[in-house]
């Protein structure tokens, strides 16, 4: 089954259940994943449609720290939810260690040795990474390593 079709069900499993926050949130995702589509003129594959979860989350994740200061608790509980439903449809994530370990490996394969090839070192670690590691976190650990 793919991964679309996972997110219809369980859209419509919470709308059996009344859950809204976990329908809503569904919903969101759904219509960011057809307007992908409707850009792209085709389909998007499982890989596509675990980048489009990781951005939405990314985006929840910025609007949490834009609401630390003002006090709007509901709001922040909201985000937080909408995190812990997106992230339930991610593979599990890699450890800092597992990415280090891949970065250096790609390091040596295309012989990078300063930040000026940070860009060739992305340009391969990232397919191996896909939905496993946000592209954020890849790109400062690989920072961390060619600096250093």
Same mark, same amino acid.
């Given at each position: 089954?793919? &991964? @679309?079709?996972?997110?219809? $069900?369980?859209?419509?499993? %919470? #709308?059996?259940?009344?859950? =809204?926050?976990? @329908?809503?949130?569904?919903? #969101?995702?759904?219509?960011?994943?057809?307007?992908? $589509?409707? =850009?792209?003129?085709?389909?998007? =594959? =499982?890989?596509?449609?675990?980048?489009?979860?990781?951005?939405?989350?990314?985006?929840?994740?910025?609007?949490?720290?834009?609401? $630390?200061?003002?006090? @709007?608790?509901? &709001?922040? $509980?909201? /985000?937080?939810?909408?995190?812990?439903?997106?992230?339930?449809?991610?593979? /599990?994530? &890699?450890?800092?260690?597992?990415?280090?370990?891949?970065?250096?490996?790609?390091?040596?394969?295309?012989?990078?040795?300063?930040?000026?090839?940070?860009?060739?070192? #992305?340009?391969?670690?990232?397919? &191996?990474?896909?939905?496993?590691?946000?592209?954020?976190?890849?790109?400062?650990?690989? @920072?961390?390593?060619?600096? %250093?």
């Amino acid at each position: 089954m793919s &991964l @679309r079709q996972t997110f219809e $069900e369980a859209m419509f499993e %919470s #709308m059996r259940k009344r859950d =809204d926050l976990t @329908r809503d949130t569904l919903r #969101m995702v759904l219509t960011a994943i057809k307007q992908a $589509e409707v =850009d792209a003129r085709k389909p998007l =594959d =499982d890989a596509g449609i675990l980048s489009i979860i990781q951005k939405e989350i990314k985006i929840r994740k910025e609007t949490l720290s834009e609401l $630390e200061g003002s006090g @709007r608790t509901d &709001l922040i $509980e909201k /985000a937080l939810s909408e995190i812990n439903v997106l992230e339930r449809y991610l593979p /599990a994530q &890699l450890s800092d260690e597992e990415i280090s370990a891949l970065a250096l490996r790609v390091i040596q394969e295309n012989s990078a040795n300063a930040p000026s090839d940070m860009g060739k070192v #992305m340009k391969n670690l990232l397919p &191996l990474v896909q939905g496993k590691a946000s592209p954020d976190r890849v790109s400062q650990i690989v @920072r961390k390593l060619l600096s %250093s």
